[in-house]
């Protein structure tokens, strides 16, 4: 007799859509959970699946699209900026993939700048593309999943795509070079170097922070190199000072770390986008709700609907240093990472 459990090769799958599709690993866990419990119901009445697969995809892509239309509400109530849940994978590698052109496709279209992008679209419009874009389905699947006319799915993906490609992210298509200027970029960092860090960052760089109202991070984006570099460096020396300490990992397919404090616990985490050998943005989830799923979160940057009070760091004026803070003992960082950017 067939079970769900004969199902389970499918679950990636079914994951990497919902989660792409909402941006949240707890949602798209929740959808996924649905959509088996929906397929236990079929199984049960006896009903014949004859592509599993296809099957539990147009299950899980109409999940998200009816999750998305709830969530809409609570998407423009959300405080600061939005960021997705981070995706952590422990090296900084992409996923093992048929072939290194589909490993980088597969990695950026998991970053976060992608899934922001995402954001713009209407949530059929994002099924649409997704599964076209990303998954390579064929229109003829793309119309069984969605409900849609084949003709009405290549309009939504033409729409679609061009408003995608007008803001579309670009990564360094070498890996090897995106590594060596995330390495870079935590040694000048960490080591409280000016220099070297504006030789990384591009002219127009931003730091993007989603607290949530509840970390402590920047309402708004900061832009441009000299700015970014100062307030980058007043965050990691605060860190140093607290104890805080990261460790590299590949966030959303791109370079980035996990920051934790002294006991061990998620402070933030924050990612990289690099092209052209530069740091083309920095962002950071301070969110608490949105780190639960990498294990107990820290309490050291819970600041409720305020603002970010630190000052950079060098001060921009030598009679304005910034003020002192009293930390406690703790062992020496092993690799500084932006507590909350």
């Given at each position: 007799m067939t079970t769900p459990a004969d199902y389970l090769e499918f679950r990636p799958l079914m994951f990497s859509i919902a989660y792409r599709m909402t941006g949240s690993i707890s949602d798209a866990e929740d959808i996924v959970q649905e959509a088996f419990l929906r397929l236990t119901g079929v199984l049960r009445d006896g009903d014949t699946i004859t592509s599993p697969?296809?099957?539990?995809?147009?299950v899980t892509t109409r999940l998200a699209i009816s999750h998305l239309r709830s969530a809409r509400v609570r998407r423009e109530a959300y405080v600061g900026s939005w960021l997705p849940e981070p995706l952590v994978a422990d090296e900084l590698a992409p996923a093992t993939a048929p072939d290194p052109a589909e490993r980088a496709e597969m990695s950026d279209s998991l970053s976060m700048a992608f899934l922001v992008l995402l954001e713009s679209l209407s949530p059929t419009e994002r099924a649409v593309f997704l599964l076209r874009e990303v998954f390579s389905y064929d229109y003829v699947e793309i119309a069984e999943i969605?409900?849609?006319?084949?003709?009405?799915?290549?309009q939504i993906f033409t729409r679609a795509r061009h408003h995608i490609d007008e803001g579309k992210p670009r990564f360094d298509a070498s890996r090897e070079q995106r590594d060596e200027v995330a390495r870079r970029f935590f040694d000048a960092v960490g080591g409280g170097d000016?220099?070297?860090?504006?030789?990384?960052?591009?002219?127009?760089?931003?730091?993007?922070?989603?607290?949530?109202?509840?970390?402590?991070?920047?309402?708004?984006?900061?832009?441009?190199?000299?700015g970014v570099a100062r307030f980058l460096l007043g965050l990691f020396r605060r860190a140093h000072k607290e104890g805080v300490y990261g460790a590299p990992a590949l966030v959303n397919g791109q370079p980035?770390?996990?920051?934790?404090?002294?006991?061990?616990?998620?402070?933030?985490?924050?990612?990289?986008?690099?092209?052209?050998?530069?740091v083309q943005a920095v962002r950071?989830?301070?969110?608490?709700?949105?780190?639960?799923?990498?294990g107990p979160?820290?309490?050291?940057?819970l600041r409720p609907d305020r603002d970010l009070p630190w000052?950079?760091?060098?001060?921009?004026?030598?009679?304005?240093?910034?003020?002192?803070?009293?930390?406690?003992?703790?062992p020496p960082p092993r690799t500084l990472a932006c507590a909350s950017c």
């Open positions: 697969k296809a099957y539990l995809a147009t969605t409900g849609k006319s084949e003709v009405n799915c290549r000016l220099n070297a860090l504006l030789e990384l960052l591009a002219p127009d760089v931003v730091i993007i922070g989603d607290g949530g109202g509840k970390g402590q991070a920047r309402r708004e984006p900061l832009y441009g190199a000299p980035g770390a996990v920051a934790y404090d002294a006991e061990g616990r998620v402070v933030s985490v924050f990612t990289l986008d690099i092209a052209e050998g530069l950071s989830v301070v969110n608490p709700d949105k780190l639960q799923h990498l979160t820290s309490d050291l940057y000052r950079s760091w060098p001060p921009t004026s030598p009679r304005r240093p910034p003020p002192t803070r009293s930390s406690r003992a703790s």
